[in-house]
């Protein structure tokens, strides 16, 4: 039988993909799909779940004072689980999570669990996130310090939240705040995301900028550039875990262009 892969007369149809990851993210959030996808090169292919918060998706009421309600609704049974459970019954390889905040507001040990839970609902494909991908980063790099910059949607306790979770993790946080631009994923250009980061990098060892729905794997190559140090971003760590996470054929891999985090070898492997 001929094989249609290699068979010139036809053209690439994405079923020679060597990776096929699968991502979970927010219902009204386009940045990590888009982000992941500019990424990839051609023999990775990615396959994304939309999910509502929990408690919208049931109907519920927000209450007003509980402000981060959404956030950890987001992470809710049943409905997460669901997500990755339909996902999981694809021929994919990888499952990631793709939302920073829920991760903020449950902080470490809560992200583990997370973890642990859904692993039931994976059927043995190894699943990464978004902070613990960034932490394991992190430390692939050798970075003992950090200027987190989250995206401006962030109040003041996300983002004392984020400092929080990577402080946990051993790391010193010399800056963290929400950038200074327009509260809206289309605002946020490039060019004026790059101004804003290289202002506030100081002396870090590395720049962490947070928040998948944060437009930014553009810039990283440029502001390594300019700032002579490592610059991680919320999509880029969650496909540099994802390919790790494969095994041999993901780590295999080569990723140009986006940092040089993908020339560097995680310490841990995602769960699975």
Known sequence: ??????DRRFRRDGWDAGVRIGVVVPHADAGPEAELQAMAPPQVSLHASRLYFGAMRAGGVMDPKIPHRPVQAFTDEPYLDDAVELLAAAPLDVIALGFTSSSYKHGVAGEQALLQRLSTRARGMPLVSTCLAATHALRALGARSLALVNPPWFDAELNDL?????????????????SGLPSSQADIVPGLLFDWITSV???ADAVFVAGNGQRAVGIVDALETALGIPVLTANQVLLWESLHA??????????????????????LVAVG
Do not use: N
Not at 162 to 178: C, K, M, N, R, S
């Open 201 to 203: 990098a100081g002396a």
């Open 162 to 178: 984020g400092a929080e979770y990577f402080t946990d993790q051993g790391i010193d946080v010399l800056h963290h705040a929400p």
């Open 246 to 267: 494969v095994g041999s054929v993901g780590s295999a891999v080569v990723v140009s262009g986006y940092g040089r985090l993908f020339a560097a070898t995680p310490a």
């Open 1 to 6: 039988m001929t094989d249609r892969v290699t």
